[in-house]
């Protein structure tokens, strides 16, 4: 029996990405085709170019209630963020040494801090209430006059709740310290006044708005210190070197000029949440709700269903050609449970049972009705069959009974952190179809991953190619390594097998 049929696909996880707007397409196709020019150049090609920087620039800073000058482009938010905290550090006074952050930052802040921290920064992690949402009053009390910088969210990419930033700012600028927001996931969504929100640095990124990958903005207010994170060129005023990517900014600027509409169409993206909220309720009367109605972003719904897996889900969801995540898409590839989640008071359990949908301007009734449809034969249980091994399972009988064919389908960089389970056939994920004539049929395919995730991925498309014996180890390599540090020490690595692709 065909289990999901798959009709059409809808996307569900515009926090991780969203779709190129029409116009923004239009805009970059023209900047590529007629705007070549070197913006540094010194003809009128060149200073074409730069104009359209310029323009771009005045757009994101209309969208942001700031004025051109105080928008540096960046290669990412990433960047971004990492740029702000590394400048911050470079030039503290010897007395400011102190950061105050909140636990469920996205980990381009939370890493810059990791390595701040080992350049001798006291790092303080705010705890959040069940929300999210920082604790004001364990703020106060780590505020000091040794405060550098604050860094809080506006909205969270994984629950999309809200943090009172205005309120942030006047605790941190009462002890001189700065305050920098990530506002990656609210630009669009809420309107965003940089001023009135009272932040020094704030951070943005196109992609997440309908505009290109590869761009990202830093909003600085005026006086507050900077300094380059890449050297090179004069180009962003000396503040980043290099050539400018000046379709990815003129298409960040177009993206940003549709932001009040946007804004605007939130009132029925919400309802559409809403609406699928209830339904999925319906269907699993048990689910928990991390987002919030009005609390949190209008088009991001976080929620558990006690019980089941996040790779199971994320697995039959994909074969059904619905597109969501288990947490944010810069850690998808791990084991760990979000720190979000886990943030919130969520056991590891229920952590791994739960899902982040987010939907945007462009998602209509229709997608919410079919989505709801592959979410209800999921819960069912119809799902392809695929046994779940939990990793203390994973003995030395298991690896080494003829029977089972292991699988190893992690990416390049994941294979340097890890070693192997022994027996192991390493293939490529991503092109595994021309893999497909190594895998015996007569014998339990043991699919390994990293976190377990894209194994169950897997799982499902071999089951679509008529393999039946499938299993996968719960957690992946990483689970398996904590769960058996004897074996692991023992064997791991050992009569590995590379299968070459046809
Ligand atoms: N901050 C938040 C809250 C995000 O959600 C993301 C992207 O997932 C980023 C920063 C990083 O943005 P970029 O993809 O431009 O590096």
Redesign the pocket.
């Known amino acids: 029996m065909q289990m999901f049929r798959l009709q059409r696909n809808v996307y569900l996880d515009n926090?991780?990405?969203t779709p190129i707007s029409a116009r923004v397409r239009k805009k970059m196709a023209s900047v590529l085709k007629n705007h070549y020019g070197n913006p540094s150049s010194q003809y009128q090609l060149g200073r074409d170019s730069a104009e359209i920087i310029e323009q771009a620039r005045a757009q994101v800073a209309t969208a942001i209630g700031a004025s051109a000058e105080q928008i540096l482009f960046t290669?990412?938010?990433?960047?971004?963020?990492n740029q702000v905290i590394r400048a911050l550090c470079q030039q503290a006074p010897a007395d400011r040494r102190k950061i105050i952050s909140s636990p469920i930052?996205?980990?381009?802040?939370l890493r810059a801090l990791d390595h701040a921290e080992t350049q001798g920064f006291e790092i303080v992690r705010l705890p959040v209430d069940r929300h999210g949402r920082v604790d004001m009053q364990a703020l106060q009390r780590h505020l000091d006059d040794n405060t550098l910088l604050v860094c809080c969210?506006l909205?969270?990419?994984e629950t999309g709740i809200l943090q009172d930033i205005a309120e942030i700012s006047r605790h941190a600028h009462r002890h001189g310290a700065y305050l920098l927001a990530?506002c990656?996931?609210a630009l669009a969504k809420i309107p965003i006044d940089v001023t009135s929100l009272g932040v020094d640095y704030a951070?943005f990124?196109?992609?997440?708005i309908h505009g290109p990958?590869?761009?990202?903005a830093l909003y600085w207010a005026k006086g507050t210190p900077m300094a380059p994170l890449i050297h090179g060129g004069h180009q962003e005023n000396g503040l980043r070197g290099g050539t400018e990517c000046v379709h990815n900014i003129a298409g960040f600027g177009e993206a940003c000029a549709d932001v009040p509409a946007a804004i605007d169409a939130m009132a029925a993206v919400r309802s559409l949440r809403n609406s699928l909220r209830d339904k999925l309720m319906a269907h699993a009367p048990g689910m928990i709700e991390h987002s919030h109605d009005t609390l949190g972003l209008p088009n991001t719904l976080s929620v558990t269903f006690p019980g089941q897996q996040n790779s199971t889900m994320l697995a039959a969801l994909d074969l059904g050609g619905v597109s969501v995540s288990a947490g944010?898409?810069?850690n998808a590839g791990g084991s760990q449970p979000s720190h979000v989640l886990k943030a919130i008071g969520l056991s590891d359990e229920d952590a791994h049972a739960t899902l982040r949908i987010s939907l945007s301007g462009s998602t209509t009734a229709k997608d919410i009705d079919y989505a709801l449809g592959v979410f209800a034969e999921m819960l069912r249980g119809n799902t392809p069959h695929v046994q779940i091994v939990k990793p203390a399972h994973v003995d030395r009988d298991f690896l080494y009974n003829p029977e089972h064919y292991i699988l190893d389908i992690r990416f390049g960089y994941e294979r340097s952190l890890l070693k192997s389970m022994p027996r192991a056939h390493e293939a490529a994920f991503l092109s595994f179809k021309r893999y497909l004539h190594h895998i015996p049929r007569d014998k339990t395919i043991v699919i390994v991953c990293m976190g377990g995730i894209d194994a169950m991925a897997l799982a499902y498309r071999l089951h679509e190619k008529g393999f039946r014996k499938l299993a996968v180890v719960l957690g992946g390599l990483a689970a398996w390594r904590l769960a058996q540090p004897e074996l692991y020490k023992s064997c791991a690595g050992m009569d590995i097998t590379q299968l070459s692709p046809q």
């Open positions: 926090n991780a990405t290669g990412s938010a990433t960047e971004a963020n930052e996205h980990s381009s802040i969210m909205a969270n990419n990530d990656v996931q951070t990124s196109a992609h997440k990958k590869g761009v990202g944010s898409a810069c």
